[in-house]
């Protein structure tokens, strides 16, 4: 089970990091994602971060920007985000399935088995 927190509202330019707290002791065997949906559009891939921590992956968006990272001795991932601006705006999903291998992350959707519920992020001008 995955529950995200963090979230809120913050100025353009602002800084936010949201966060995912997993349950189970098996979480240092998984590997991570975050995604968003904005309203009136699909969900997207954000981050994603192998399950030994080494290997991450961002969508160009948010490239440069957002940093994923995780503490497997607290069971959770987080994802820091820098310089947002008004297109961040979304609700923030943490997803999670069994990595294959350490050095494995995953950016599709469709890959992901548990998902948290969400963590609102908005961005004001």
């Known amino acids: 089970q995955l529950q995200a927190s963090g979230g809120g509202l913050v100025q353009a330019g602002g800084s936010l990091r949201v966060s995912c707290v997993a349950s189970?002791?098996?979480?240092?065997?998984?590997?991570m994602g975050w995604f968003r949906q904005a309203p009136g559009k699909e969900r997207e891939f954000v981050a994603a971060?192998?399950?030994?921590?080494?290997?991450?992956y961002y969508a160009d968006s948010v490239k440069g920007r957002f940093t994923i990272s995780r503490d497997n001795a607290k069971n959770t991932v987080y994802l820091q985000m820098h310089r947002l601006n008004v297109e961040d705006t979304a609700v923030y999903y943490c997803?999670?399935?069994?990595?294959?291998?350490?050095?494995?992350?995953?950016?599709?959707?469709?890959?992901?088995?548990?998902w948290g519920q969400g963590t609102q992020v908005t961005v004001s001008s």
């Open positions: 189970g002791r098996t979480f240092s065997r998984y590997s």
């Open positions: 997803a999670g399935v069994w990595g294959s291998y350490s050095g494995r992350y995953y950016y599709r959707d469709t890959e992901y088995d548990s």
């Open positions: 971060i192998s399950w030994s921590g080494g290997s991450t």
